[in-house]
């Protein structure tokens, strides 16, 4: 018995994008959602009632961080993630692949000129920096040997080890861990990845289901595979043939691959089970996610930008240091309803930012993932109300100013 | 007609202490009051609900640092400080004196020892570092010339000057143009600087009385002298006959100093206005100050230990830095009512300020504003309940553990 049930309410012409509902442990998810990051068990400058209040239904915390600090058995200790950080709602951890990879082999080995995976917080502070990181990653057949990227203690993940972590952490949804190629890598390097991605999958299952959190904690399998056509296919095969209760779809993509990508993974997943797209990201990307068949996406962007000043806005990206917002009485976005528009002028945040004060970082967290939280229910009542294509035109040529 | 009304509800024994409310024209505070500090029209990390929902009544910002940035006039376009920070109940500024003197020529000149007096959050900070920085300040008789202690600009406050910033703030509360001195100045500097500080005073009231503010904000004089007996009781007589609305006792005291300090002023001072102990303070300090007859009182001592890790509790002072924190399951403070300590551990804040989190200074610095406020409050129900000598005793006992 799967923990997690999904029902699908209404699905789009082209028989990929759907509007669903996912029953947790902790409560239901409206499909499609945005999943805000808590990387470390917190959404960067925000209380768990301004992550809700802002339209939030999910969050999703990282196993690789919390491992390393405070420490999984300790965050049990407290009575597990949810209550450690007194977030009620449904809760995702993945599996710490991806940054165990980042920081190492994967990452260091022909360098990634651009990477549109949205979870590239760390990989652009200094410490991450290709150039001056000497490889800290070593895969052996069983796992991964990594070191603690501040630290520098060594520290070895197999599938098991992630899935123990995730246990101890008590997310809702948890993933298989899974390696994370770049795009760059080579053919023959994609297929040797890949297919110990999907031995990880099956021994991140078997031994998930051998355990009775299996009853409360939902176990999703991801899908890699680079941009190639037919090792994505194939991935997509045998992880959707797996007796999982959701899909993530993992990678780090060129910009232009992602929507080929995702369509072929969506198109031989199981239909009634939910796919997570994973570490995405902007607008048109999260337009083309929905359409594409994906029910959930998390990204940094939206709480990453604020901090340094980006500001979403039904016009477009703008940045609050420019100064001609210094004398602007206006709110954030005319149109948005999220607390910082109805409370604060951009004069007032602009100078918040200006004088570096803490509330600055607050006020446009807050109102970038209720834009995006609120981009995607506006995506879910045009799938509901048939006009799907009428309002991603809408939105996006207004956003880009096309 | 005073834009402010003071009722006096019980006295203590002494003559001195005493229970009331002000009435100003954005709500009531009821006496004695914490006044939370939020220098630059932000109390730091938190949303003005944060800070109303810890129990406080008014905000003090500063006159100084919002002068220079956002400016007082940009403010004023905002709709006032009120508006713009989104604080409806009553708020005070100061003068700008302290800065504009702690920054030059007064705190440069013999150097100060100690600074008990609370407002040292800018002096701690190394651009103010008392050996690094040129003297930026230049007093005559008209006024004082200073430079912006971050982009170097020079400016001039006269007292009309600081009237005018605050007119344009459009705090509830405002404060005459003072000079603050070091207590270890010489006398002859002291009493050179007293008659500065009435001179400045008897401006400040005739031009604050000629402008229509003056029907809304109310201006409060300032005590000052040093630790000097004499010139304590003296500048309580000059300034206790003016006809401001209240007044501000000041000065950077040695700890020692400061009870005498402010029942010299207090006694002389007339009864029926309020007083504000400017800067002030630990426990202790607020239960003297209650004692000897203060209303009200502002300090950053709160928020600023959190944002370095400090908590207080009614055991004293811990630092949730400390490694046996790491694992401590119990709230900051097990009998405190604030939103910190109703949903989270001191293991989890631990993790956040290992984690560099932002989240954890908000949390500390919720909860330090809400003890303090709440001890005042205290104070005030044991005024009124006849029982003000045991609820200091028990409260100071366990906090320092005589």
């Keep these: 018995m799967s923990p997690l049930k999904f029902e699908i309410h209404k699905e789009l012409e082209n028989g990929l994008g759907r509007v669903g509902t996912i029953h947790t442990s902790h409560g239901d998810i409206q499909t499609p959602a945005f999943v805000a990051v808590g990387t470390k068990g917190t959404v960067k400058s925000l209380t768990p009632e301004q992550v809700r209040d802002s339209g939030v239904q999910t969050i999703i915390a990282n196993t690789y961080h919390l491992y390393l600090e405070p420490g999984d058995e300790n965050i049990k200790k407290m009575g597990g993630l949810h209550k450690a950080m007194n977030w009620q709602g449904p809760l995702m951890t993945d599996s710490g692949g991806f940054q165990v990879f980042s920081l190492g082999a994967a990452y260091g080995k022909n360098g ?28 052996d057949p069983n796992g991964v040997m990594f070191r603690d990227h501040s630290k520098g203690d060594a520290h070895y993940f197999t599938p098991e080890k992630s899935i123990d972590i995730q246990h101890n952490l008590g997310a809702d949804i948890i993933f298989a861990f899974d390696e994370c190629t770049s795009p760059h890598e080579s053919l023959h390097y994609q297929k040797e990845a890949l297919e110990r991605t999907h031995r990880w999958a099956k021994r991140s299952l078997e031994y998930h289901k051998s355990k009775p959190n299996a009853e409360t904690q939902a176990l999703f399998g991801i899908v890699q595979g680079g941009r190639d056509e037919t090792l994505r296919k194939e991935s997509a095969e045998f992880i959707g043939a797996l007796d999982f209760d959701g899909f993530g779809i993992g990678g780090s993509f060129d910009k232009e691959d992602m929507d080929k990508a995702v369509q072929w993974c969506n198109e031989i ?21 929905v359409e594409n068949g994906c029910d959930l996406f998390d990204c940094v962007a939206p709480t990453r930008i604020a901090r340094n ?12 240091l420019n100064q001609k917002f210094r004398e602007d009485q206006s709110p954030l976005d005319s149109e948005c309803g999220c607390y910082a528009c109805k409370n604060f002028s951009r004069s007032y945040i602009a100078h918040l930012f200006h004088a570096k004060e803490m509330l600055g970082s607050t006020l446009l967290s807050i109102h970038n993932i209720y834009f995006i939280a609120h981009m ?27």
């Design 112 to 139: 990634v000129s651009k990477i549109s995976h949205g979870k590239t917080e760390e990989l652009i502070l200094p410490e991450f920096n290709d150039a001056e990181v000497p490889k800290i990653a070593k895969i």
């Design 376 to 402: 995607v229910d506006g995506m879910r009542e045009a799938i509901l109300n048939n006009n799907f294509d009428k309002y991603k035109k809408d939105f996006l040529s207004r956003y880009y100013n096309f």
């Design 309 to 320: 000043g980006g500001v979403y806005t039904k016009e477009g990206k703008i940045n609050i």
């Design 269 to 289: 997943l199981p239909k009634e089970k939910p796919r997570h797209l994973l570490g995405i990201g902007e607008p048109e990307d999260l337009f083309m996610a």
